[in-house]
């Protein structure tokens, strides 16, 4: 596609269950950000992918977070056992390689925990 | 502890006025400073960036100014349109080597209103 892809758009889910959240990066763009915002706040760094490695997981809020990319595109961000402080939006972005400063983001997730 | 600030949540301006927002910041090791404009529901879009070796920037209606020894850039739009109302983020890259490299450090947003 044009853009960077997620999904699901929405998600809502009861505290305690495994949520799974996709990011499709940009074609050809080898670097993959998963950033954070909670209501009334700024963007917070998850996790980045160059390819296939994740050079920097130092912002992934606790061990029930975690990251993977595969086949150095698709990536998914896997959040177990749910907890209310999860709720956000969930926001992907890529760019052709690191150190390239602009990031393109996509829609997000919202993930709603209840 | 927030690098990156934009210490006014909200900005209201008269169409065809001078909107203007600001950003601090306290890492040194910053070198790259962009502005990202967001409506609800979409991601943030990229808008108008700098480079820590300039001090100003500009692109149509939209100018970026960098004052590095105060550790402030502001976000000038002239002249505002409705169509700019949107939150606005600023954003901070690291050069390589830093230990931030790699990923943008945002504030907080803006909310600017631009009423017709």
């Known amino acids: 596609g044009a853009g960077v892809s997620q999904s699901p758009s929405n998600k809502v889910t009861e505290k305690g269950k495994d949520v799974e959240l996709r990011c499709d990066p940009i074609?050809?763009?080898?670097?993959l950000y998963w950033y954070r915002q909670s209501l009334g706040q700024g963007l917070e760094f998850l996790i980045y992918?160059?390819?296939?490695?994740?050079?920097?997981k130092s912002g992934l809020p606790s061990d029930r977070f975690s990251a993977e990319r595969t086949g150095g595109s698709v990536s998914t961000l896997t959040i177990q056992r749910t907890q209310q402080e999860d709720s956000a939006v969930y926001l992907c972005?890529?760019?052709?390689?690191?150190?390239?400063?602009?990031?393109?983001f996509g829609a997000g997730t919202r993930l709603s925990v209840l | 502890d927030q690098q990156v600030k934009q210490n006014s949540p909200s900005l209201s301006v008269q169409e065809g006025r001078i909107s203007i927002l600001n950003c601090d910041y306290t890492n040194s090791m910053f070198d790259y400073f962009l502005w990202y404009k967001k409506y609800p529901a979409e991601g943030p879009t990229f808008l108008i960036s700098?480079?820590?070796?300039?001090d100003k920037n500009e692109d149509g209606r939209f100018t970026v100014f960098l004052n590095k020894s105060a550790k402030h850039l502001s976000l000038h739009i002239v002249p505002s349109q409705p169509g700019d109302s949107a939150v606005y983020f600023c954003?901070?890259?690291?050069?390589?080597?830093?230990?931030?490299?790699?990923?943008?450090?945002f504030g907080q947003g803006t909310i600017l209103t631009v009423h017709p």
């Open positions: 074609s050809g763009h080898t670097a």
């Open positions: 992918f160059q390819g296939n490695s994740a050079p920097d």
């Open positions: 700098i480079s820590s070796i300039k």
């Open positions: 954003a901070a890259s690291e050069q390589a080597g830093g230990t931030s490299y790699g990923k943008l450090t």
């Open positions: 972005a890529s760019t052709y390689n690191v150190g390239q400063n602009i990031q393109y």
